[in-house]
Nanobody
Framework: QAQLVESGGGLVQTGGSLRLSCAAS????????MAWFRQPPGKEREFVAH????????KYADSVKGRFTISRDNDKNMVYLQMNSLKPEDTAVYYC???????????????WGQGTQVTVSS
């Protein structure tokens, strides 16, 4: 059974950094678009970043552009999100997801992880 498992979340101060990891198992996701979404407290899930299987196309939400970097290692079946210059408004549960095509809406993603909490203190 295909599974995505996130790790690396935690509590960090404003301006700090975290690196999230997403480990895929049960099948290879080397041809899928991989993405990160987040869900702040009391809000809907929102797009953060995605990356095509080849890495030829990457997109970021405006709110994280210049601060976050998505990357992937297809050989290891891993996806990463490096988060720098973190702000309190980045506080959310962060989810890894996989889709057959490149898109920025949650509904298009078939595979999801369970999420990892990121809390940025002011």
């Amino acid at each position: 059974q295909a599974q995505l498992v996130e790790s690396g979340g935690g509590l960090v101060q404003t301006g700090g950094s975290l690196r999230l990891s997403c480990a895929a198992s049960g099948r290879r996701f080397s041809r899928e678009t991989m993405a990160w979404f987040r869900q702040p407290p009391g809000k809907e899930r929102e797009f953060v970043a995605h990356m095509t299987w080849s890495g030829s196309s990457i997109k970021y939400a405006d709110s994280v552009k210049g601060r976050f970097t998505i990357s992937r290692d297809n050989d290891k079946n891993m996806v990463y999100l490096q988060m720098n210059s973190l702000k309190p408004e980045d506080t959310a549960v962060y989810y890894c997801a996989a889709a057959a095509t490149m898109q920025s809406v949650p509904g298009g993603y078939l595979f999801w992880g369970q999420g990892t909490q990121v809390t940025v203190s002011s």
